[in-house]
């Protein structure tokens, strides 16, 4: 329970304190990852179609330490079939990897 109010609390921190989010499509990118891990997210845009994205987190108590990566290669796509006035549908795959390390606790 405790958990769930903190990331409301922090989600909801965040949307007042930013006031436009924009999708990236080129450089580098980091924010917050908020859920299961709770840590920093990033992404670095390697060309105009493909990217490299991951998080990375950690926790450390007296009881139990952890440390959580993954990094994901991922390639997207523009569907050209749709017809939208609003924006277009992105698609994304690729695959990537991920390491946990854990010590201590339940």
């Not at 908020?34 to 991951?54: M, N, Q, R, V």
């Not at 569907?79 to 990537?96: K, Q, R």
Request: charged share 15%; aromatic share 14%.
């Amino acid at each position: 329970m405790k958990s769930i109010l903190l990331t409301i609390l922090l989600s909801t921190s965040l949307l007042l304190i930013v006031p436009a989010v924009q999708a990236q499509d080129s450089g580098f990118g980091i924010g917050a990852s908020i859920g299961s891990p709770d840590g920093i997210s990033y992404k670095i845009w390697t060309s105009e179609s493909s990217a490299l994205a991951g998080a990375t987190s950690f926790t450390l108590s007296e009881s139990a330490s952890s440390f959580y990566t993954h990094l994901d290669y991922l390639k997207h796509t523009i569907s050209e079939n749709l017809d939208w006035e609003i924006g277009y549908l992105s698609f994304y795959y690729g695959g990537g990897a991920r390491f946990i390390w854990r010590e201590g606790g339940p």
